[in-house]
Protein backbone atom coordinates (compact mmCIF):
# COMPACT_ATOMS: atom_id res chain seq x y z
CA UNK A 1 0.00 0.00 0.00
CA UNK A 2 1.41 3.74 -1.04
CA UNK A 3 -0.18 6.46 0.39
CA UNK A 4 0.13 9.95 -1.31
CA UNK A 5 -1.13 13.28 0.68
CA UNK A 6 -1.89 16.21 -1.01
CA UNK A 7 -1.35 19.12 1.72
CA UNK A 8 1.44 19.51 4.08
CA UNK A 9 0.10 22.06 6.67
CA UNK A 10 -1.03 21.29 10.29
CA UNK A 11 -3.17 18.60 9.00
CA UNK A 12 -1.44 16.47 6.94
CA UNK A 13 1.78 16.36 7.91
CA UNK A 14 1.39 15.37 11.68
CA UNK A 15 -1.28 12.99 10.20
CA UNK A 16 0.76 11.69 7.76
CA UNK A 17 3.79 11.19 9.98
CA UNK A 18 1.66 9.18 12.70
CA UNK A 19 0.27 6.90 10.05
CA UNK A 20 3.83 6.15 8.83
CA UNK A 21 4.66 5.81 12.46
CA UNK A 22 2.30 2.92 13.07
CA UNK A 23 2.53 1.62 9.71
CA UNK A 24 5.80 0.82 8.92
CA UNK A 25 4.90 -1.08 5.70
CA UNK A 26 3.11 1.83 4.13
CA UNK A 27 4.67 4.14 2.01
CA UNK A 28 3.75 7.55 2.79
CA UNK A 29 4.70 10.77 0.30
CA UNK A 30 3.78 14.38 1.69
CA UNK A 31 3.28 16.69 -1.06
CA UNK A 32 3.45 20.59 -1.37
CA UNK A 33 3.88 23.43 -4.43
CA UNK A 34 5.01 25.06 -0.85
CA UNK A 35 9.27 24.60 -1.11
CA UNK A 36 9.74 26.53 2.07
CA UNK A 37 7.59 24.26 3.88
CA UNK A 38 8.47 20.86 2.42
CA UNK A 39 12.13 21.86 3.04
CA UNK A 40 11.21 22.50 7.08
CA UNK A 41 9.80 19.00 7.04
CA UNK A 42 12.90 17.71 6.23
CA UNK A 43 14.73 19.77 8.20
CA UNK A 44 15.43 19.87 11.93
CA UNK A 45 13.63 23.11 12.63
CA UNK A 46 9.79 22.00 11.58
CA UNK A 47 7.30 24.20 10.17
CA UNK A 48 4.78 23.61 12.77
CA UNK A 49 5.25 23.49 16.56
CA UNK A 50 3.40 20.40 18.29
CA UNK A 51 4.35 18.56 21.51
CA UNK A 52 5.81 15.43 20.71
CA UNK A 53 5.76 15.81 16.47
CA UNK A 54 9.70 15.52 16.05
CA UNK A 55 9.90 12.39 17.98
CA UNK A 56 6.74 11.10 15.84
CA UNK A 57 8.41 12.37 12.25
CA UNK A 58 12.20 11.88 13.49
CA UNK A 59 10.97 7.97 13.63
CA UNK A 60 9.33 7.54 10.37
CA UNK A 61 11.50 10.11 8.01
CA UNK A 62 13.85 8.18 5.53
CA UNK A 63 12.46 5.22 6.49
CA UNK A 64 8.59 5.14 4.67
CA UNK A 65 7.89 9.10 5.40
CA UNK A 66 9.33 11.67 2.60
CA UNK A 67 8.19 15.33 1.91
CA UNK A 68 8.68 16.27 -1.27
CA UNK A 69 7.38 18.53 -4.02
CA UNK A 70 6.97 15.96 -6.86
CA UNK A 71 3.18 16.16 -6.80
CA UNK A 72 2.88 14.01 -9.92
CA UNK A 73 4.94 11.42 -8.87
CA UNK A 74 3.16 10.59 -5.51
CA UNK A 75 0.05 10.65 -7.11
CA UNK A 76 1.31 8.03 -9.81
CA UNK A 77 2.44 5.90 -7.15
CA UNK A 78 -0.07 6.06 -4.78
CA UNK A 79 -2.97 3.76 -3.79
CA UNK A 80 -4.73 5.92 -1.84
CA UNK A 81 -4.48 9.78 -2.11
CA UNK A 82 -5.38 11.77 0.83
CA UNK A 83 -6.31 15.67 -0.15
CA UNK A 84 -5.72 18.07 3.04
CA UNK A 85 -5.04 21.60 1.58
CA UNK A 86 -6.60 24.57 3.09
CA UNK A 87 -10.21 25.43 2.45
CA UNK A 88 -10.25 28.82 3.81
CA UNK A 89 -13.35 31.43 4.02
CA UNK A 90 -13.62 32.98 0.14
CA UNK A 91 -12.61 36.85 0.56
CA UNK A 92 -14.15 37.78 -3.22
CA UNK A 93 -16.91 37.16 -5.00
CA UNK A 94 -20.45 34.81 -4.56
CA UNK A 95 -19.84 34.37 -0.63
CA UNK A 96 -16.89 36.27 0.07
CA UNK A 97 -16.62 35.92 4.09
CA UNK A 98 -18.92 33.21 4.40
CA UNK A 99 -18.32 30.87 2.17
CA UNK A 100 -15.62 27.91 1.79
CA UNK A 101 -13.02 28.95 -0.93
CA UNK A 102 -12.77 25.58 -2.62
CA UNK A 103 -10.40 26.18 -5.28
CA UNK A 104 -7.48 24.39 -4.18
CA UNK A 105 -9.65 21.08 -3.68
CA UNK A 106 -10.69 21.23 -6.95
CA UNK A 107 -7.04 22.08 -8.48
CA UNK A 108 -5.94 18.82 -6.29
CA UNK A 109 -8.79 16.96 -8.22
CA UNK A 110 -7.71 17.87 -10.59
CA UNK A 111 -4.05 17.07 -11.11
CA UNK A 112 -5.31 14.10 -9.72
CA UNK A 113 -7.74 13.44 -12.63
CA UNK A 114 -4.48 14.36 -14.86
CA UNK A 115 -2.06 12.29 -13.78
CA UNK A 116 -3.92 9.18 -12.58
CA UNK A 117 -3.51 5.56 -13.49
CA UNK A 118 -5.07 2.42 -12.68
CA UNK A 119 -7.63 2.26 -9.56
CA UNK A 120 -7.39 5.03 -6.66
CA UNK A 121 -9.04 5.73 -3.45
CA UNK A 122 -9.37 9.49 -3.01
CA UNK A 123 -9.56 11.10 0.42
CA UNK A 124 -11.18 14.10 1.32
CA UNK A 125 -9.05 14.79 4.68
CA UNK A 126 -9.88 18.79 4.23
CA UNK A 127 -12.89 20.07 5.88
CA UNK A 128 -15.31 20.57 3.17
CA UNK A 129 -19.08 21.84 3.04
CA UNK A 130 -21.87 18.98 2.69
CA UNK A 131 -21.67 17.57 -0.77
CA UNK A 132 -18.09 18.71 -2.34
CA UNK A 133 -17.70 14.68 -2.36
CA UNK A 134 -20.06 15.10 -5.19
CA UNK A 135 -17.83 17.90 -7.44
CA UNK A 136 -14.66 16.14 -6.77
CA UNK A 137 -16.09 12.36 -8.17
CA UNK A 138 -17.40 14.39 -11.43
CA UNK A 139 -13.89 16.04 -11.90
CA UNK A 140 -12.46 12.72 -11.51
CA UNK A 141 -15.18 10.84 -13.41
CA UNK A 142 -13.87 13.12 -16.65
CA UNK A 143 -9.98 11.18 -16.16
CA UNK A 144 -11.92 7.71 -17.07
CA UNK A 145 -11.94 9.53 -20.42
CA UNK A 146 -8.61 10.11 -21.29
CA UNK A 147 -6.26 7.73 -19.24
CA UNK A 148 -9.33 4.91 -17.80
CA UNK A 149 -8.11 5.62 -14.25
CA UNK A 150 -10.85 4.70 -11.69
CA UNK A 151 -11.71 6.00 -8.51
CA UNK A 152 -13.22 5.85 -5.20
CA UNK A 153 -14.04 8.86 -2.95
CA UNK A 154 -14.07 9.16 0.90
CA UNK A 155 -14.72 11.44 3.16
CA UNK A 156 -11.96 11.13 6.78
CA UNK A 157 -11.95 14.60 8.00
CA UNK A 158 -9.74 15.21 10.85
CA UNK A 159 -11.00 16.43 14.16
CA UNK A 160 -7.76 16.68 15.98
CA UNK A 161 -6.71 20.45 17.65
CA UNK A 162 -3.52 22.17 17.67
CA UNK A 163 -1.23 22.11 20.44
CA UNK A 164 -2.72 18.19 21.35
CA UNK A 165 -2.39 17.26 18.21
CA UNK A 166 -0.12 13.95 18.46
CA UNK A 167 -2.79 12.44 21.54
CA UNK A 168 -5.30 13.06 19.18
CA UNK A 169 -4.11 11.11 16.87
CA UNK A 170 -2.48 8.11 18.58
CA UNK A 171 -6.03 8.15 20.47
CA UNK A 172 -8.61 9.51 18.51
CA UNK A 173 -12.18 9.51 20.13
CA UNK A 174 -13.25 8.36 16.74
CA UNK A 175 -12.11 8.09 13.22
CA UNK A 176 -15.13 8.97 10.92
CA UNK A 177 -14.65 7.58 7.30
CA UNK A 178 -17.91 8.59 4.36
CA UNK A 179 -17.91 6.59 1.53
CA UNK A 180 -19.85 3.98 -1.20
CA UNK A 181 -17.25 1.67 -1.87
CA UNK A 182 -17.41 -1.23 0.74
CA UNK A 183 -14.24 -1.98 -0.06
CA UNK A 184 -12.05 1.36 -0.37
CA UNK A 185 -13.74 2.04 3.47
CA UNK A 186 -12.39 -1.22 4.55
CA UNK A 187 -8.89 0.02 3.02
CA UNK A 188 -9.13 3.23 4.59
CA UNK A 189 -10.38 1.22 8.19
CA UNK A 190 -7.65 -1.48 7.90
CA UNK A 191 -5.02 1.50 7.91
CA UNK A 192 -6.37 3.17 11.02
CA UNK A 193 -6.79 -0.39 12.70
CA UNK A 194 -3.32 -0.71 13.15
CA UNK A 195 -3.74 1.34 16.06
CA UNK A 196 -7.73 2.61 16.48
CA UNK A 197 -9.94 0.23 18.09
CA UNK A 198 -12.45 -0.95 15.82
CA UNK A 199 -15.30 0.05 17.89
CA UNK A 200 -14.17 4.29 17.21
CA UNK A 201 -13.55 3.51 13.46
CA UNK A 202 -17.63 5.05 12.40
CA UNK A 203 -18.45 4.67 9.00
CA UNK A 204 -21.23 6.74 7.68
CA UNK A 205 -22.30 7.80 3.94
CA UNK A 206 -20.78 10.49 2.73
CA UNK A 207 -22.55 13.40 3.40
CA UNK A 208 -22.93 12.58 6.70
CA UNK A 209 -19.65 12.43 6.74
CA UNK A 210 -18.98 15.77 5.56
CA UNK A 211 -21.48 17.59 7.39
CA UNK A 212 -20.19 15.68 10.80
CA UNK A 213 -17.37 17.57 10.29
CA UNK A 214 -19.41 21.17 10.20
CA UNK A 215 -21.27 20.28 12.80
CA UNK A 216 -17.98 19.02 15.23
CA UNK A 217 -16.74 22.22 15.12
CA UNK A 218 -19.88 24.13 15.46
CA UNK A 219 -20.83 22.80 18.35
CA UNK A 220 -17.57 23.27 20.10
CA UNK A 221 -17.21 26.91 19.49
CA UNK A 222 -20.89 27.08 20.33
CA UNK A 223 -19.73 25.68 23.90
CA UNK A 224 -17.40 28.68 24.12
CA UNK A 225 -19.74 30.70 22.75
CA UNK A 226 -22.31 30.21 25.44
CA UNK A 227 -19.86 30.16 28.31
CA UNK A 228 -18.02 33.23 27.02
CA UNK A 229 -21.64 34.79 26.83
CA UNK A 230 -22.23 33.99 30.48
CA UNK A 231 -18.68 35.31 31.60
CA UNK A 232 -20.29 39.00 30.61
CA UNK A 233 -23.19 38.48 32.73
CA UNK A 234 -21.00 37.52 35.30
CA UNK A 235 -19.02 40.40 35.56
CA UNK A 236 -22.54 42.47 35.96
CA UNK A 237 -23.20 40.29 38.78
CA UNK A 238 -20.99 39.24 40.63
CA UNK A 239 -21.32 35.68 39.55
CA UNK A 240 -17.88 33.62 38.79
CA UNK A 241 -18.12 31.78 35.64
CA UNK A 242 -15.16 29.05 36.65
CA UNK A 243 -17.81 28.38 39.45
CA UNK A 244 -20.71 28.29 37.14
CA UNK A 245 -18.65 26.35 34.49
CA UNK A 246 -18.39 23.71 37.70
CA UNK A 247 -21.50 23.69 38.40
CA UNK A 248 -23.47 23.08 35.21
CA UNK A 249 -20.42 20.84 34.19
CA UNK A 250 -21.00 18.02 36.44
CA UNK A 251 -24.18 17.77 35.26
CA UNK A 252 -23.41 14.77 32.76
CA UNK A 253 -25.47 15.76 29.87
CA UNK A 254 -23.83 19.14 29.96
CA UNK A 255 -19.76 17.20 31.04
CA UNK A 256 -17.01 19.28 31.92
CA UNK A 257 -15.09 19.91 28.87
CA UNK A 258 -14.65 22.90 26.87
CA UNK A 259 -16.04 25.09 29.34
CA UNK A 260 -13.14 27.66 29.80
CA UNK A 261 -14.45 31.34 29.46
CA UNK A 262 -11.63 33.08 27.28
CA UNK A 263 -10.80 36.31 25.21
CA UNK A 264 -12.65 34.65 22.79
CA UNK A 265 -11.97 31.40 20.67
CA UNK A 266 -9.37 31.51 17.89
CA UNK A 267 -8.07 28.94 14.98
CA UNK A 268 -8.08 28.58 11.51
CA UNK A 269 -11.22 26.64 11.69
CA UNK A 270 -13.92 27.33 14.13
CA UNK A 271 -15.02 30.68 12.45
CA UNK A 272 -14.49 29.55 9.21
CA UNK A 273 -16.66 26.64 9.52
CA UNK A 274 -19.38 27.92 11.11
CA UNK A 275 -19.89 30.84 8.30
CA UNK A 276 -19.52 27.85 5.48
CA UNK A 277 -22.47 26.12 7.85
CA UNK A 278 -24.33 29.53 7.88
CA UNK A 279 -23.37 30.11 4.14
CA UNK A 280 -24.93 26.58 3.51
CA UNK A 281 -27.93 27.00 5.15
CA UNK A 282 -29.09 30.11 3.54
CA UNK A 283 -28.06 28.34 0.28
CA UNK A 284 -30.62 25.84 1.27
CA UNK A 285 -32.68 28.75 2.11
CA UNK A 286 -32.70 28.21 5.94
CA UNK A 287 -32.45 31.15 7.01
CA UNK A 288 -33.21 30.90 10.82
CA UNK A 289 -31.17 28.22 10.99
CA UNK A 290 -28.39 30.11 9.25
CA UNK A 291 -28.91 32.91 11.86
CA UNK A 292 -28.83 30.69 14.88
CA UNK A 293 -25.48 29.10 14.03
CA UNK A 294 -24.31 33.35 12.73
CA UNK A 295 -24.88 33.87 16.34
CA UNK A 296 -21.96 31.86 18.12
CA UNK A 297 -19.60 33.67 15.39
CA UNK A 298 -21.25 36.98 16.34
CA UNK A 299 -20.86 36.27 20.33
CA UNK A 300 -16.87 35.64 19.71
CA UNK A 301 -16.67 39.32 17.96
CA UNK A 302 -18.37 40.58 21.06
CA UNK A 303 -15.90 39.25 23.61
CA UNK A 304 -12.88 39.81 21.89
CA UNK A 305 -13.65 43.57 21.30
CA UNK A 306 -15.38 43.26 24.90
CA UNK A 307 -12.11 42.67 26.30
CA UNK A 308 -10.40 45.35 24.79
CA UNK A 309 -12.61 47.52 25.92
CA UNK A 310 -12.78 46.77 29.17
CA UNK A 311 -9.17 47.59 28.89
CA UNK A 312 -10.03 50.73 28.28
CA UNK A 313 -12.42 51.70 30.36
CA UNK A 314 -10.43 50.49 33.36
CA UNK A 315 -7.10 52.21 32.38
CA UNK A 316 -9.05 55.58 33.03
CA UNK A 317 -10.76 55.36 29.41
CA UNK A 318 -7.21 56.14 27.55
CA UNK A 319 -4.73 53.64 26.77
CA UNK A 320 -2.93 56.09 24.25
CA UNK A 321 0.46 56.65 24.59
CA UNK A 322 0.40 53.96 27.53
CA UNK A 323 2.81 50.62 27.45
CA UNK A 324 0.86 47.27 27.15
CA UNK A 325 2.85 43.89 27.50
CA UNK A 326 1.04 41.54 25.67
CA UNK A 327 1.86 37.56 26.80
CA UNK A 328 0.53 35.25 24.18
CA UNK A 329 -0.20 35.76 20.30
CA UNK A 330 -1.28 31.80 19.45
CA UNK A 331 -4.52 30.94 19.15
CA UNK A 332 -3.93 28.45 22.32
CA UNK A 333 -1.23 27.36 23.74
CA UNK A 334 1.33 24.92 22.85
CA UNK A 335 1.16 25.96 18.98
CA UNK A 336 2.69 28.61 16.80
CA UNK A 337 -0.27 29.27 15.09
CA UNK A 338 -2.08 32.24 14.85
CA UNK A 339 -5.11 31.94 12.10
CA UNK A 340 -7.77 33.43 13.92
CA UNK A 341 -5.95 34.82 17.12
CA UNK A 342 -8.23 36.45 19.47
CA UNK A 343 -4.62 38.01 20.22
CA UNK A 344 -4.82 39.45 16.98
CA UNK A 345 -7.99 41.46 17.58
CA UNK A 346 -7.77 42.57 20.78
CA UNK A 347 -3.98 44.02 19.70
CA UNK A 348 -5.81 45.84 16.47
CA UNK A 349 -8.28 47.48 18.89
CA UNK A 350 -5.90 48.93 21.77
CA UNK A 351 -3.70 49.96 18.21
CA UNK A 352 -6.57 51.85 17.32
CA UNK A 353 -6.57 53.26 20.75
CA UNK A 354 -2.79 54.46 20.06
CA UNK A 355 -1.72 52.19 22.79
CA UNK A 356 1.74 51.35 22.32
CA UNK A 357 2.14 47.07 22.54
CA UNK A 358 4.93 45.20 23.69
CA UNK A 359 4.57 41.64 22.40
CA UNK A 360 5.68 38.37 23.70
CA UNK A 361 4.85 35.07 22.93
CA UNK A 362 7.06 32.05 23.22
CA UNK A 363 6.41 30.31 19.71
CA UNK A 364 5.15 33.24 17.11
CA UNK A 365 7.89 34.88 15.47
CA UNK A 366 8.18 38.75 15.12
CA UNK A 367 7.39 38.96 11.77
CA UNK A 368 4.10 36.90 11.61
CA UNK A 369 2.84 38.98 14.27
CA UNK A 370 3.65 42.17 12.36
CA UNK A 371 1.71 40.51 9.72
CA UNK A 372 -0.84 39.64 11.39
CA UNK A 373 -1.28 42.81 12.73
CA UNK A 374 -1.33 44.91 9.82
CA UNK A 375 -3.32 42.41 7.52
CA UNK A 376 -6.00 43.07 10.94
CA UNK A 377 -5.96 46.44 9.79
CA UNK A 378 -7.31 45.74 6.21
CA UNK A 379 -10.30 45.33 5.14
CA UNK A 380 -11.95 42.33 3.74
CA UNK A 381 -10.02 42.48 0.11
CA UNK A 382 -6.65 42.89 1.96
CA UNK A 383 -6.03 47.29 1.92
CA UNK A 384 -4.02 48.90 4.10
CA UNK A 385 -3.61 52.03 4.78
CA UNK A 386 -0.47 53.95 5.41
CA UNK A 387 -1.32 55.53 8.65
CA UNK A 388 -2.52 51.67 9.81
CA UNK A 389 0.48 50.18 8.70
CA UNK A 390 2.80 52.61 10.34
CA UNK A 391 0.73 52.84 13.33
CA UNK A 392 1.83 48.64 13.69
CA UNK A 393 5.44 49.71 12.57
CA UNK A 394 5.68 52.27 15.52
CA UNK A 395 3.63 51.24 18.11
CA UNK A 396 4.22 47.34 18.35
CA UNK A 397 7.70 46.20 20.00
CA UNK A 398 8.26 42.58 19.75
CA UNK A 399 10.33 41.36 22.89
CA UNK A 400 12.20 37.92 23.76
CA UNK A 401 9.96 37.04 27.33
CA UNK A 402 7.31 38.54 29.72
CA UNK A 403 9.46 40.08 32.08
CA UNK A 404 10.68 42.48 29.34
CA UNK A 405 7.19 42.90 27.75
CA UNK A 406 6.06 43.92 31.56
CA UNK A 407 8.91 46.50 32.14
CA UNK A 408 7.88 50.33 32.38
CA UNK A 409 4.28 49.46 30.97
CA UNK A 410 0.88 50.05 32.18
CA UNK A 411 -0.70 47.04 32.20
CA UNK A 412 -0.07 43.42 31.32
CA UNK A 413 -2.92 41.33 29.06
CA UNK A 414 -2.71 37.59 29.13
CA UNK A 415 -3.72 36.35 25.57
CA UNK A 416 -2.75 33.22 25.53
CA UNK A 417 -2.61 30.43 28.15
CA UNK A 418 1.21 29.57 28.22
CA UNK A 419 2.14 27.65 30.84
CA UNK A 420 5.26 29.69 31.68
CA UNK A 421 3.13 32.63 32.13
CA UNK A 422 2.07 30.92 35.76
CA UNK A 423 5.78 30.67 36.63
CA UNK A 424 6.81 33.84 36.20
CA UNK A 425 8.15 35.90 39.53
CA UNK A 426 5.47 38.39 40.16
CA UNK A 427 6.91 40.51 42.94
CA UNK A 428 10.14 41.24 40.24
CA UNK A 429 7.65 42.27 37.72
CA UNK A 430 5.44 44.46 39.68
CA UNK A 431 8.31 46.73 40.57
CA UNK A 432 9.47 47.45 37.07
CA UNK A 433 5.73 48.37 35.98
CA UNK A 434 4.14 51.93 36.35
CA UNK A 435 1.50 51.92 39.00
CA UNK A 436 -1.45 51.13 39.18
CA UNK A 437 -0.16 47.79 38.04
CA UNK A 438 -3.55 46.73 35.47
CA UNK A 439 -3.06 42.74 34.82
CA UNK A 440 -6.46 41.64 32.54
CA UNK A 441 -6.02 37.83 32.28
CA UNK A 442 -7.75 37.07 29.53
CA UNK A 443 -7.28 33.22 29.78
CA UNK A 444 -8.07 33.31 33.61
CA UNK A 445 -5.27 31.44 34.41
CA UNK A 446 -3.20 33.50 36.80
CA UNK A 447 -3.72 33.46 40.42
CA UNK A 448 -5.57 36.52 41.02
CA UNK A 449 -5.51 36.19 44.98
CA UNK A 450 -1.69 36.33 45.05
CA UNK A 451 -1.57 38.77 42.45
CA UNK A 452 -4.10 41.28 44.48
CA UNK A 453 -1.80 40.98 47.68
CA UNK A 454 1.39 42.08 45.62
CA UNK A 455 -0.81 45.06 44.43
CA UNK A 456 -2.04 44.42 41.39
CA UNK A 457 -5.10 45.58 40.04
CA UNK A 458 -6.64 42.43 38.32
CA UNK A 459 -9.72 41.49 35.82
CA UNK A 460 -10.25 37.95 34.84
CA UNK A 461 -12.95 36.93 32.60
CA UNK A 462 -16.23 36.11 33.85
CA UNK A 463 -15.13 37.47 37.06
CA UNK A 464 -15.71 40.62 39.33
P1 LIG B 1 -2.51 24.57 6.02
O1 LIG B 1 -2.74 25.86 5.35
O2 LIG B 1 -1.61 24.48 7.20
O3 LIG B 1 -1.94 23.52 4.96
C1 LIG B 1 -2.46 23.34 3.68
C2 LIG B 1 -1.30 23.09 2.72
O4 LIG B 1 -1.84 22.74 1.44
C3 LIG B 1 -0.41 24.31 2.47
O5 LIG B 1 0.93 24.01 2.84
C4 LIG B 1 -0.55 24.60 0.97
O6 LIG B 1 0.66 25.03 0.37
C5 LIG B 1 -0.94 23.23 0.44
N1 LIG B 1 -1.62 23.27 -0.85
C6 LIG B 1 -2.67 24.06 -1.22
N2 LIG B 1 -3.02 23.79 -2.49
C7 LIG B 1 -2.20 22.81 -2.93
C8 LIG B 1 -2.08 22.09 -4.15
N3 LIG B 1 -2.93 22.31 -5.16
N4 LIG B 1 -1.11 21.17 -4.27
C9 LIG B 1 -0.25 20.91 -3.25
N5 LIG B 1 -0.33 21.55 -2.05
C10 LIG B 1 -1.29 22.49 -1.90
O7 LIG B 1 -3.95 24.00 6.39
P2 LIG B 1 -4.33 23.01 7.58
O8 LIG B 1 -4.46 23.73 8.86
O9 LIG B 1 -3.45 21.81 7.50
O10 LIG B 1 -5.82 22.60 7.15
C11 LIG B 1 -6.08 21.77 6.05
C12 LIG B 1 -7.53 21.35 6.08
O11 LIG B 1 -7.78 20.56 7.25
C13 LIG B 1 -8.52 22.49 6.13
O12 LIG B 1 -9.65 22.13 5.38
C14 LIG B 1 -8.89 22.58 7.59
O13 LIG B 1 -10.19 23.09 7.78
C15 LIG B 1 -8.85 21.13 8.02
N6 LIG B 1 -8.55 20.93 9.44
C16 LIG B 1 -7.59 21.66 10.07
C17 LIG B 1 -7.27 21.39 11.41
C18 LIG B 1 -6.20 22.17 12.14
O14 LIG B 1 -6.03 21.93 13.32
N7 LIG B 1 -5.48 23.07 11.51
C19 LIG B 1 -7.93 20.35 12.08
C20 LIG B 1 -8.89 19.61 11.40
C21 LIG B 1 -9.19 19.90 10.08
C1 LIG C 1 -10.63 22.59 16.93
C2 LIG C 1 -11.36 21.33 17.37
O1 LIG C 1 -11.20 21.16 18.78
C3 LIG C 1 -10.81 20.10 16.65
O2 LIG C 1 -11.57 18.95 17.00
C4 LIG C 1 -10.89 20.34 15.15
O3 LIG C 1 -10.33 19.25 14.45
C5 LIG C 1 -10.16 21.60 14.79
O4 LIG C 1 -10.73 22.72 15.53
C6 LIG C 1 -10.26 21.98 13.35
O5 LIG C 1 -11.16 21.53 12.65
O6 LIG C 1 -9.41 22.77 12.96
P1 LIG C 1 -8.31 23.75 17.52
O7 LIG C 1 -8.94 24.93 16.87
O8 LIG C 1 -6.98 23.32 17.07
O9 LIG C 1 -9.27 22.47 17.33
O10 LIG C 1 -8.21 23.96 19.09
P2 LIG C 1 -9.32 23.97 20.27
O11 LIG C 1 -8.73 23.33 21.44
O12 LIG C 1 -10.62 23.46 19.81
O13 LIG C 1 -9.45 25.53 20.59
C7 LIG C 1 -10.06 26.43 19.69
C8 LIG C 1 -10.17 27.80 20.33
O14 LIG C 1 -11.16 27.80 21.36
C9 LIG C 1 -8.87 28.27 20.99
O15 LIG C 1 -8.69 29.64 20.75
C10 LIG C 1 -9.12 28.01 22.45
O16 LIG C 1 -8.35 28.85 23.29
C11 LIG C 1 -10.60 28.30 22.56
N1 LIG C 1 -11.24 27.61 23.70
C12 LIG C 1 -11.31 26.26 23.72
C13 LIG C 1 -11.78 28.36 24.72
O17 LIG C 1 -11.73 29.60 24.69
N2 LIG C 1 -12.38 27.71 25.77
C14 LIG C 1 -12.47 26.37 25.82
O18 LIG C 1 -13.03 25.83 26.82
C15 LIG C 1 -11.91 25.62 24.79
Request: charged fraction near 25%; include cysteine.
Amino acid sequence: MKICCIGAGYVGGPTMAMIAKQCPEIEVHVVDLNRERIAAWNSDSLPIYEPGLAQVVEEALGRNLKFTTDVDAAIMKADMIFIAVNTPTKTFGVGAGRAANLEFVEKCARRIAEVAQGHKIVVEKSTLPVRTAEAVKRILSAANVDNGATFDVLSNPEFLAEGTAIDDLLNPDRVLIGGESEAAIKALADVYAKWVPRKQILTTNLWSSELSKLTANAFLAQRVSSINAISALCEATEADVDEVARAIGMDSRIGPKFLNASVGFGGSCFQKDILNLVYLCEHFGLREVAAYWEQVVLMNDFQKRRFAERICRTMFSTVSDKKIGIWGFAFKKDTNDTRESAAIYVCRDLLRERARLSIYDPQVPEAKIRADLIASMGNLSGTVSDIDRKLVETNVTVVRDGYEAAKDAHAIAVLTEWDEFKEYDFKKIIGTMKAPAFLFDGRNVLDRTMLNKLGFETFGIGKS
